[in-house]
């Protein structure tokens, strides 16, 4: 059997290598899910969207949501993903969502060219420019999933001390 630092670490190994994470909502009986890019950090996962939009709206009306990360494959051995469920919430100003907003950068470079030479990308630049909020998917149960350890395998993992 692997064990539980094995499994995190994989599954550490798999969230940071990937950028797009599914976030699932339900309201009146109706499933709902949306790909938005991420950055882990600090034990939750950061992303922009606008607060207008259906899953950001159901997120924000119901106690639990879902996500899940996984890669493209092209073989049913190479599936490998993570599954949890959360809440979300509004990053905030504080010091977390500085810092996520900076690894945010730093993973999408690409956001600089968004702005122009010597213009500020903190969040408030961000926000007014493209109309979303930061916000932040924290998990509560997190499942590391990988059909090359063996078809179907599934297990719990603790991404970090205290989740």
């Given at each position: 059997?692997?064990?539980n630092h094995r499994l995190r670490d994989m599954a550490l190994e798999l969230i940071n290598c990937q950028s797009t994470m599914s976030l699932a909502t339900a309201r009146e009986n109706r499933a709902w899910a949306a790909p938005v890019y991420y950055?882990?950090?600090?034990?939750?996962?950061?992303?922009?969207?606008s607060p207008d939009?259906?899953?950001?709206?159901?997120?924000?009306?119901?106690?639990?949501?879902s996500a899940a990360i996984y890669p493209a494959v092209?073989?049913?051995?190479?599936?490998?993903?993570?599954q949890m469920s959360g809440s979300t919430s509004r990053a905030g100003l504080g010091f977390a969502a500085v810092g996520a907003l900076r690894a945010y950068n730093s993973k999408y470079p690409f956001t600089r060219e968004f702005f122009k030479a010597g213009e500020v990308l903190d969040l408030e630049n961000f926000e007014k420019r493209f109309k979303v909020r930061f916000y932040r998917f924290d998990p509560s149960l997190v499942y590391y999933l990988d059909n090359g350890i063996k078809f179907g395998f599934r297990a719990e993992v603790l991404l970090a001390p205290g989740t």
């Amino acid at each position: 059997m692997i064990e539980n630092h094995r499994l995190r670490d994989m599954a550490l190994e798999l969230i940071n290598c990937q950028s797009t994470m599914s976030l699932a909502t339900a309201r009146e009986n109706r499933a709902w899910a949306a790909p938005v890019y991420y950055v882990y950090f600090k034990s939750g996962f950061y992303f922009f969207s606008s607060p207008d939009s259906r899953h950001i709206k159901e997120a924000m009306e119901c106690e639990e949501v879902s996500a899940a990360i996984y890669p493209a494959v092209s073989s049913w051995q190479e599936i490998k993903g993570i599954q949890m469920s959360g809440s979300t919430s509004r990053a905030g100003l504080g010091f977390a969502a500085v810092g996520a907003l900076r690894a945010y950068n730093s993973k999408y470079p690409f956001t600089r060219e968004f702005f122009k030479a010597g213009e500020v990308l903190d969040l408030e630049n961000f926000e007014k420019r493209f109309k979303v909020r930061f916000y932040r998917f924290d998990p509560s149960l997190v499942y590391y999933l990988d059909n090359g350890i063996k078809f179907g395998f599934r297990a719990e993992v603790l991404l970090a001390p205290g989740t």
